[in-house]
């Protein structure tokens, strides 16, 4: 049965890096992937950047009103390499989502559907906490529904496990915010353990 991955970490924990060696992985097996991501992102919404600077065009983005099963099935159906096979449209082996935290938790409902009832294995890669340490809706969903949970890791400052992402604006951290940031501001994040971020922010936490 194919499943619904969640692999999530802080930033800068490798997540691009590893979704674009897994669909490196399936292709090398003569396998067809799917990329796809959702139109909320700053880095450019139409390809896969990774820190190692390998760069990939993404096959799907979606919008946040979209119907992300619906949307995988028509990207499915129209394979641009198919005159390779006669003419036989390729069937999908895996659809790789990279920044999932922006996913509405519908659109996260149908990465469990095209896994249970299409058949076809998501790994969906992303953040589970903003800098304010809580959730974003998409991987509150994911957390909550995928079949297998992976941490990636990345390292604070400290040599602790990072896993928060403190924002800063012009180099001062700020613990107050929207959850996206603003165009315009010059923001930076750093990925902090529980205790680098306490002491940054004075003990203060969001739930506070
Ligand atoms: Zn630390």
Redesign the pocket.
Known sequence: MAKLYFRYGAMNSGKSTGLLQAAYNYEERGQRVLLAKPAVDTKGDHEIVSRLGVTRAVDVVFAPADDVRAAVSAAGSADPESGRLDGMVRPVSCVLVDEAQFLTPKQVDDLLRIAVLDGIPVLAYGIRTDFRTEAFPGSARLLEIAHSLEELKTI?????K?VFNARLIDGRFVFDGSQVAIDGEDVTYES??????L?ESGGHLDGD
Do not use: M
């Open positions: 604070c400052r400290c040599g602790r990072a902090l353990c529980a205790n680098c971020y002491t």
